[in-house]
């Protein structure tokens, strides 16, 4: 049995290098194959694709079977777990450490290579092969990275009989789906990236190129969303004082090419519709990826001091520059050279969609532009100006709210103007009563409100606005007639268009919840002693008692706090302090009762010196909306991807369905 | 306006580490305290303000922070006791003097050039149809107006 075992860790071992060498050829064969017009050599590309994938995905299962078995002859095992760790942190262990997720990113970036073999039957031949060939070179990078540097399968020669455990914080259900949507994310923009790459070799983008690269950009965007959402969540519930970003350089890291992403979705729908803003999209996807790969080396180098620091290193943080230098510079040359090339069609004037989305790309850029000149200019100040200082919240609160006020305020108008030649007559008439609701909401905001805060008001104006648009717009388009008949007009529409419209007002919902959070947020920090009761806002609270627990692999101090608004218990709520002891690192387990109105958000610190607890209560209105808003834009984003007209072989669906007939 | 979005993001932005024995008696005290702490940067940790810190030396600034308030320090006073022991590494909230102007300048000029670049490119493409022949542009109306 134990032979067994420790045969098929060898045999993962092998997989991988197999599938680095499998990769290498499906790099050359076809590139070379796309240039002779060699219909095998491109054929080849195909089964590379799949079998890389499959080796990638049988490595991955291996490593995860050491992490269940806790063999702890494999040194990532001995590091990372421990027997007595609850067995979906084994699982999840697996990427809560560098190598790991390395493999993880890996077999996610083999997964996309595969899909676009899979699913690219309407794809011309040849650039199916290059865009192929592009996402191999990309894989032979990271595999090399992986089995020169970071290889998971390294034995220990004498196994210890137990592990070192993973670290308390990431021993969290929110490890198991931040990272893989994070990463699918990020290894989903290299897609768009193969795709920009193929063309700029072609010399050849219209509309149908835009329309083959949009659902990739679409599901990469999309699951960057939801990995976002979910990671700002778990900070919020997991560090213990309720932040939902902190503006680290390794949020900023996977903010910035979700912002990128969110302009290339943008101008790649003008490259489907009317040929134009060619180059600057090709630019934004290549852009998209290189902000992608600056996050890897952010996370792994250790540059940049960051609260994430779980596993970096300065050695890897180099290689990882050195690809990132190699692909963008790679592309970015190449760029230079063709995208003269490729010639602009479509004509618009002024005011138009075209228009609109040209200041919808503007907008994103330079917010991104924002967040990486903050992000990295401590490293900029220290190596040319000798000044060692910091950027913080402060600074990207100040210069990034802007930007994203403009696009909230831009955003209903262009989206409504027609493409080609628009109006502003159409679009004011129908958002002139949305504008009056926005400003009456923001004074009812304003009145209700104790004190003076001018944010939630503006909040809660943007957020009316931007949802009272998105809504405008699919009223607008039902056309002239009954209530009744426009409303059924309405759900036949494309889904194309619920999906931008749910995505837009996913945006505005968002936008509501952080001002509105932010604003109004209410706090209370005390001395509580076991059976005191005292009133934070309309509720009460007491204390009813401390505990000493033991849970699987820690001990915890465990707070029971009721509830109460008026004569009614509202909940119990358990907050935690825990003692994680083979790691030696203490957490905070908030306690929280979810609303929709507010989360009451219970924290209990340290026992003090005259007896009695220290208790934080924070009552945090609207803070779900927050992530619900991100949802609904991942939601939009599923929408337009289910749109027949984006669907991958919809193409040829239609050929034979309209062959039917013919016959 | 822009002002005071700053400002109110920094009261309200929410706290973790402040302990209930360090808390000062005056509310308004308190409060110029919290906000203060909020933009300065623990020196020995990793990404935290000293509001949000577990540190000891975070606590230890927090305590100074109060002290010197009570004693009647401005906010300008109390920071810059901060910063001259620690250096302008401890705020947040990088000033904008010297080279420092280039970040807060950088994102600003380059809106405006983007603009500047968008809109000379939709006038180009609003140009275009003049080269046209007569009979092209009979045709680009039609589709125009459909």
Redesign the interface.
């Known amino acids: 049995m134990r032979y067994c075992a420790c045969m098929l860790i060898e045999l993962g071992h092998f997989a991988l290098i197999l599938a680095f060498g499998i990769a290498i050829v499906q790099m050359i064969v076809p590139m070379v194959g796309a240039h002779r017009g060699n219909a095998a050599w491109m054929a080849l590309a195909e089964p590379a694709a799949t079998v890389q994938f499959l080796l990638t995905g049988f490595a991955f299962a291996v490593l995860t079977w050491a992490f269940v078995t806790s063999d702890f002859s494999l040194q990532l095992v001995y590091l990372n777990s421990h027997t007595d760790k609850p067995m979906i942190y084994k699982i999840t262990g697996v990427w809560g450490n560098h190598e790991g997720s390395m493999l993880l990113w890996m077999l996610i970036l083999t997964l996309f290579g595969a899909c676009a073999a899979w699913f690219g039957d309407g794809l011309p031949t040849r650039l199916r092969a290059r865009v192929l060939s592009v996402q191999a070179s990309i894989a032979v990078a990271f595999f090399a990275f992986v089995l020169f540097t970071s290889n998971p399968f390294v034995r220990l020669e004498v196994p210890p009989l137990n592990g070192r455990d993973l670290n308390p914080l990431l021993q969290d259900p929110g490890l198991a789906f931040h990272p893989p949507f994070l990463y699918l994310g990020y290894v989903g923009l290299s897609m768009s990236f193969s795709f920009a790459i193929a063309a700029l070799i072609e010399g050849r983008v219209d509309a149908a190129w835009g329309r083959w690269v949009r659902p990739w950009t679409l599901a990469a965007w999309m699951f960057l969303t939801i990995g976002i959402a979910l990671g700002s969540w778990w900070a919020y519930y997991e560090?213990?004082?309720?932040?939902f970003w902190?503006w680290?350089?390794v949020e900023n890291a996977s903010f910035m090419p979700w912002l990128i992403a969110a302009a290339l979705l943008h101008s790649a729908i003008v490259v489907e519709k009317r040929e134009?803003l060619k180059s600057w999209t090709i630019l934004l996807a290549i852009l998209a990826f290189g902000f992608s790969l600056l996050g890897a080396f952010i996370v792994r180098s250790g540059v940049l001091?960051?609260?994430h620091?779980f596993a970096n290193d300065p050695a890897r943080g180099m290689l990882i520059l050195i690809i990132l230098a190699v692909f963008l510079g790679g592309a970015l040359t190449l760029f230079a050279f063709r995208a003269g090339k490729l010639e602009?069609k479509?004509?618009?004037?002024?005011v138009s969609r075209?228009?609109g989305l040209?200041?919808n790309?503007?907008?994103l850029?330079?917010?991104c532009?924002?967040v990486f000149?903050?992000t990295i200019?401590p490293l900029v100040?220290e190596m040319?100006?000798d000044?060692?200082?910091?950027?913080?919240?402060?600074?990207f609160?100040?210069?990034f709210?802007?930007?994203m006020v403009a696009i909230a305020i831009a955003l209903p108008f262009g989206s409504m103007l027609a493409w080609?030649?628009g109006t502003f007559e159409r679009a004011t008439k129908a958002l002139a009563g949305w504008f009056v609701l926005a400003i009456a909401c923001a004074a009812l905001a304003y009145a209700i409100q104790s004190g003076n805060?001018?944010?939630g008001p503006?909040g809660v104006a943007l957020g009316v606005w931007v949802v009272g648009g998105a809504l405008a717009d699919l009223w607008i388009r039902s056309g002239r007639d009954t209530v009744v008949e426009r409303l059924r007009r309405i759900a036949r529409l494309p889904r194309a268009d619920w999906g931008k419209a749910t995505a837009h007002i996913g945006m505005g919902v968002t936008i509501f919840g952080i001002a509105a959070m932010?604003?109004?947020?209410q706090?209370d920090?005390?001395?509580a002693d076991v059976g005191e009761r005292w009133s934070v806002g309309q509720f009460e609270f007491q204390l009813d008692g401390v505990n000493q627990l033991q849970g699987p692999n820690y001990l915890t101090t465990m707070a029971d706090i009721s509830v109460w608004r008026g004569d009614r218990q509202v909940g119990d709520l358990h907050p935690e302090k825990r003692f994680y002891p083979v790691a030696n690192m203490p957490t905070t387990e908030a306690a929280i009762i979810n609303g929709v109105l507010r989360d009451i958000y219970v924290v209990v610190?340290?026992p003090?010196e005259n007896g009695g607890w220290?208790v934080?209560i924070?009552l945090k209105p609207f803070a779900n909306w927050i992530w619900g808003g991100a949802m609904l834009m991942a939601l939009g984003g599923c929408f337009s991807l289910s749109d027949r007209r984006l669907r991958v072989g919809a193409s040829s669906a239609k050929r034979s369905a309209k062959a039917v007939p013919a016959e | 306006?822009?002002r005071?979005?700053?400002i109110?993001?920094?009261l309200?932005?929410?706290?973790?580490?402040?302990?209930?024995?360090e808390?000062l008696d005056d509310p308004v005290l308190e409060d110029r305290a919290r906000a203060l702490s909020q933009?300065l940067?623990c020196p020995v940790c990793?990404?935290?303000?000293i509001d949000?810190s577990n540190a000891i030396l975070a606590k230890e600034l927090r305590i100074v922070l109060r002290e010197r308030i009570s004693d009647g320090d401005t906010d300008r006073q109390a920071v810059d006791f901060l910063v001259a022991r620690y250096?302008?590494?401890?705020?947040?909230?990088?000033d904008a003097r010297?080279?420092?102007l280039i970040?807060?300048l950088?994102?600003p000029a380059?809106?405006l050039i983007?603009?500047g670049i968008?809109w000379s490119?939709?006038?180009t493409?609003?140009a275009?149809?003049a080269g046209l022949s007569d009979e092209e542009k009979a045709e680009l109306e039609k589709i125009?107006r459909s």
């Not at chain 2, 990793?46 to 303000?49: I, K």
Request: aromatic share 12%.
């Open positions: 560090l213990g004082w309720g932040g902190f680290d350089p134009a001091t960051s609260v620091a602009a479509g004509v618009f004037s002024t075209e228009s040209i200041l790309n503007i907008l850029s330079v917010s532009f924002v000149i903050g200019w100040a040319l100006f000044r060692t200082l910091s950027v913080g919240p402060p600074f609160d100040a210069a709210t802007p930007f080609k030649r805060s001018a944010l503006i932010t604003a109004w947020q706090e920090i005390r001395v610190g340290d003090q220290a934080r924070y | 306006m822009k005071l979005l700053i109110v993001m920094l309200a932005s929410p706290l973790w580490a402040v302990e209930p024995s808390m933009g940067r990793r990404n935290e303000s949000e250096g302008e590494y401890v705020l947040l909230r990088p010297g080279a420092n970040l807060w950088a994102a380059l809106f983007a603009l968008g490119t939709i006038r493409k609003r275009a149809p125009l």
